[in-house]
């Protein structure tokens, strides 16, 4: 792949993926087929990064715990690269709020 280096938008991109957190891993074209995988190290975290079987790259975090479940990682692919965001606070799950409402009878 080949971008002009004065591409502003690509710069723009690349200088908002490394102020955010995102990480690059890798390109595309290292995980060309359905159940294809890499694995990649940052920051001393083990990182899985696979193509799925309906064509999406999806990202685990490997935990070194015994019997840890691989834990998701946000992934996303901008100009055929592969970018891992491993900031906790994106991959904290949050609780739907419950709202309770009371039928009035007519």
């Known amino acids: ?10 710069r723009r991109e690349m200088a ?3 102020r955010s ?13 359905r159940g294809d995988s890499l ?10 990064v696979a193509r799925e079987q309906d064509e ?7 935990l070194r715990r015994p019997r840890g479940a691989p834990q998701p990682v946000r992934c996303a692919i ?8 491993l900031d906790q606070r994106d991959h904290q799950l949050v609780e739907p709020e419950t709202i ?4 009035r009878s007519a």
């Not at 792949?1 to 690509?10: C, G, S």
């Not at 957190?21 to 087929?33: E, K, M």
């Not at 694995?39 to 899985?48: A, R, S, W, Y």
């Not at 999406?56 to 490997?62: F, G, K, L, N, P």
């Open 1 to 10: 792949m080949t971008v002009p280096p004065d591409d502003r938008t690509f």
């Open 16 to 18: 908002s993926a490394y």
């Open 21 to 33: 957190g995102w990480h690059f891993v890798d390109l595309v074209t290292a995980i060309p087929h």
């Open 39 to 48: 694995m990649v190290t940052l920051f001393g975290e083990p990182i899985v």
């Open 56 to 62: 999406d790259v999806r990202a685990y975090r490997c």
């Open 78 to 85: 901008r100009y055929g690269m592969i970018f891992v965001n």
């Open 100 to 103: 309770t409402a009371t039928p």
